[in-house]
């Protein structure tokens, strides 16, 4: 007799009917959940136990093997959680599965999943450049290009699930975490996770991306980590969700992750409206939704919306949740919260209903196993990628006409950043995110700006100082607590402040023709960093004792060009206007000396444009271009704004806008289109490229709306005395907005058409009028402009 789940000739729901009626209740609670192993290619294989479990509150489980006889939903991270070689790690992820399936009563495979953010977190897999590189290349194609390079090396170890993207909209740089954002534009944003999607999952989607963190997280009370987020839903539905809808619609992603803090009270894992009316019901997402590491948890230890460890699991599953990560904290619980009556066996098989769906579109039944003689990492085409997002992300922010370098000057190259791999990473790259001692050793394939500079310039000419530290021993992460720490240790900064190299930095710069100063910041979790998840910041002044530094490099009177590297932007504490020039890299990854040294050198041009404004200091925050007019306080707050405006970045050449020309001065609301055209000229005398972006202000609404918004941008690359004509068009639909009632409406009325370099830099402005009545937009609503040149 056919078994039916086993047969790919029957449809996926008759396998999953047929496999769900099979199981017992405690091989169901399986599926829901994963275990986080120390893998083993003799079968050995070990718990994972450090701190986290005081975050999330583990204990005493029963025994490994016996939990492993009724099946497992997930594997946290088989090569992502400890330093083994990929085909090692393949081996030993095969033979768990080679257990799961010859050894369990049903054989049902188990699903894979790691971080891939910034590159497959695993040994030797390519360290890309950080989101916020990625989304100031303003380059769709190239950005799904690379979560394509990134989802094969995936695929290779066997990683069927990864962790990315980051779908949260910046609004705060002090928050740690603005270096996994794309930016603070929620269209951008969505634009980005959009394509980051389809690269990552590939046509047959057969890798899950997960959207994260759902939603809100990057607008916490603070800036602080897991601190609370306070906002209605109008502004939720236009800023934070509408990347995740985009994302879900347009890119059809497989899976979404919950944020650990709670809006308006309500905390994001047990939130029904968002993971099931919203998610679900609205956008009809039907991909699997998972925790993130220890969420469940939360609800009881830290939240305190629960009592136990089974009502929690209960209030998760309840509100949508599919499978808890990283391990079976609460959902070890489900049997006990069954019997109390807090959750179903009807809603536990709607769940595993949907997990099985998933494995059974993967493909895992058929093709349980990677090929470890196939993995596939640091390949050339993909490591030309991650040069490409580098150098095509580096923003120069200013340049006195020193930049390009030109001839063979005596360069000294300063600064703490300058010759530390770990300073081009970010904190979802695998050795900063297992930060321990030996972590340098996987950093070989790191080239930095010194090494790159010496070798574009020649060691004759390149002379190094580090001038200061950063943090002169990288440490292991803080202690994490909740926020009430009255009675726990507090974690002292590990900065440094440290001045005694100094002095040697001015004597090198002295004797220098020009001064390339490299500082930042170091990506480290939960504190053992300057910047990343857990590290947030109170300041926007370089970390350390680097100001002091610049000062005195800046007074020797030598140029000094300053590469700043990191997660978030720092201000120089005024002398911006007295370097030679600024180059913003973020964080470059593993090509981004190269990148650097391109720059630098002429080889290539800064074609990057900023995705977060540079605030003129801590006191704007939280600040963002599109912020309401009143934003700025009233009387207007002297220390509001930024110093460098979204959109913003120079290049080797000047560009000049024609006048805005309106194809029609009146659109129809329904199915109408807005068309606008322009002609761009390079006036320079140096081939280069200019992003054109496209802003609207809508001048009277039923809501107060912010004071513009990105609907559009190109990218043109003009020779000298060359133009461009340039025609874009904008869905009556984007000029969209939420009202009271929730719903998704356009509204007839005037709006500005603003066209320009930058947010801060309008070059022509247009007015067009919508006609017709207020419209409630249907779920399959337009949300993509283009433009033709």
């Given at each position: ?153 995936a695929r290779s170890t066997g990683c069927h699930q990864g962790l990315a993207p980051v779908l949260d909209v910046s609004r705060d740089v002090r928050w740690g975490r603005t270096e996994e954002t794309f930016g603070e534009d929620p269209w951008l944003v969505g634009m980005m996770a959009t394509h980051y999607v389809k690269g990552l999952q590939g046509k ?390 190269y990148a650097i040294a391109d720059i630098l050198t002429g080889k290539a041009e800064p074609g990057g444009r900023l995705v977060v404004s540079v605030p003129k200091s801590a006191g704007a925050m939280p600040y963002y271009y599109n912020h309401k007019l009143k934003s700025g306080g009233t009387p207007f707050a002297f220390h509001f704004g930024a110093r460098y405006p979204f959109g913003y970045g120079k290049t080797w050449t000047e560009f000049d806008y ?132």
């Amino acid at each position: 007799m056919t078994v039916i789940y086993k047969d790919a000739q029957y449809p996926i729901s008759e396998r999953v009917t047929d496999l769900l009626s099979r199981m017992t209740d405690e091989e169901k609670f399986a599926q829901m959940h994963a275990f986080w192993l120390i893998l083993s290619a003799d079968g050995l294989h070990k718990e994972r136990t450090d701190m986290s479990d005081e975050f999330s509150g583990a204990g005493a489980q029963a025994s490994l093997q016996e939990r492993i006889k009724l099946g497992i939903g997930q594997i946290t991270r088989p090569l992502g959680t400890h330093i083994v070689d990929a085909r090692e790690g393949v081996r030993a992820a095969n033979k768990l599965q080679r257990t799961l399936i010859e050894e369990t009563r049903l054989g049902i495979p188990a699903l894979f999943h790691e971080e891939c953010l910034v590159g497959l977190l695993c040994k030797d897999a390519t360290l890309f450049p950080s989101s916020l590189n990625y989304g100031s290349t303003w380059d769709l194609e190239l950005v799904e290009r690379a979560a394509a390079a990134i989802g094969q090396e995936a695929r290779s170890t066997g990683c069927h699930q990864g962790l990315a993207p980051v779908l949260d909209v910046s609004r705060d740089v002090r928050w740690g975490r603005t270096e996994e954002t794309f930016g603070e534009d929620p269209w951008l944003v969505g634009m980005m996770a959009t394509h980051y999607v389809k690269g990552l999952q590939g046509k047959k989607r057969d890798l899950l991306a997960t959207l994260k963190h759902y939603v809100g997280h990057s607008f916490s009370e603070g800036a602080r980590n897991h601190a609370p987020v306070h906002l209605g839903f109008c502004e939720l539905n236009d800023t934070f969700l509408l990347p995740f809808e985009m994302a879900v619609k347009l890119a059809n992603a497989g899976s979404v992750m919950p944020a650990y803090h709670d809006i308006d009270n309500q905390p994001g894992h047990s939130d029904s409206f968002l993971l099931t009316t919203v998610l679900r019901e609205q956008w009809g997402f039907d991909g699997i939704i998972v925790a993130d590491y220890g969420g469940v948890s939360l609800l009881h230890q830290h939240h305190g919306v629960s009592h136990d460890a089974a009502e929690s699991a209960a209030l998760a599953f309840n509100a949508g949740l599919d499978v808890e990560l990283p391990k079976d904290d609460c959902a070890r619980h489900l049997r006990e919260a069954v019997d109390r009556g807090l959750i179903s066996m009807a809603k536990i098989d709607e769940i595993v209903s949907r997990v099985l769906k998933e494995k059974f579109n993967l493909g895992l039944f058929e093709h349980p196993y990677a090929d470890e003689n196939a993995v596939e990492l640091q390949s050339a085409t993909t490591r030309q990628i991650a040069r490409d997002v580098a150098t095509r992300s580096i923003t120069l922010l200013e340049n006195n006409g020193i930049l390009p370098l030109k001839g063979q000057p005596q360069v000294a190259v300063i600064g703490p950043t300058a010759d530390d791999p770990l300073a081009l990473l970010s904190g979802y790259s695998f050795p900063v995110h297992l930060i321990i001692s030996d972590m340098l050793e996987q950093t070989t394939q790191v080239t930095t700006p010194l090494q790159a500079m010496r070798e574009q310039l020649g060691n004759d000419n390149v002379h190094y100082a580090k001038g200061c530290h950063i943090i002169e021993k990288r440490m292991a992460g803080a202690p994490v607590f909740p926020g009430d720490s009255s009675n726990k240790p507090m974690q002292s900064s590990p900065v440094s402040t440290d001045t005694s190299l100094i002095p040697e930095a001015v004597r090198l710069a002295s004797h220098s023709d020009v001064v390339v100063l490299c500082v930042g910041d170091l990506a480290g979790l939960f504190q053992s960093g300057t910047v990343g998840e857990g590290s947030d910041t109170d300041s926007l002044s370089l970390p350390g004792v680097q100001q002091q530094l610049l000062d005195e490099l800046v007074a020797t009177g030598k140029p000094v060009v300053v590469v700043m590297t990191g997660g978030r932007p720092y201000n120089l504490g005024g002398q911006e206007d007295q370097v030679a020039a600024l180059l913003m890299a973020w964080a470059p990854g593993q090509e981004g000396g190269y990148a650097i040294a391109d720059i630098l050198t002429g080889k290539a041009e800064p074609g990057g444009r900023l995705v977060v404004s540079v605030p003129k200091s801590a006191g704007a925050m939280p600040y963002y271009y599109n912020h309401k007019l009143k934003s700025g306080g009233t009387p207007f707050a002297f220390h509001f704004g930024a110093r460098y405006p979204f959109g913003y970045g120079k290049t080797w050449t000047e560009f000049d806008y024609g006048q805005l020309e309106q194809l029609s001065h009146e659109v129809v609301n329904e199915g109408g289109e807005v068309k606008v055209s322009l002609t761009v000229t390079n006036r320079g005398a140096q081939p280069g490229s200019e992003v054109v972006q496209l802003y609207v202000h809508d001048k009277v609404a039923s809501m107060v709306r912010p004071v513009q918004e990105l609907k559009a941008f190109q990218r043109v690359y003009l020779a000298p005395g060359e133009s461009a004509r340039l025609t874009f068009h904008i869905p009556t639909d984007m000029l969209s907005f939420t009202r009271r009632d929730g719903q998704r409406v356009v509204e007839p009325g005037e709006f500005d058409i603003r066209v320009g370099a930058s947010s801060d830099d309008i070059r022509s402005i247009g007015l067009i009028k919508v006609t017709g009545e207020t419209r409630v937009l249907s779920g399959n609503w337009r949300m993509v402009s283009h433009c033709i040149s």
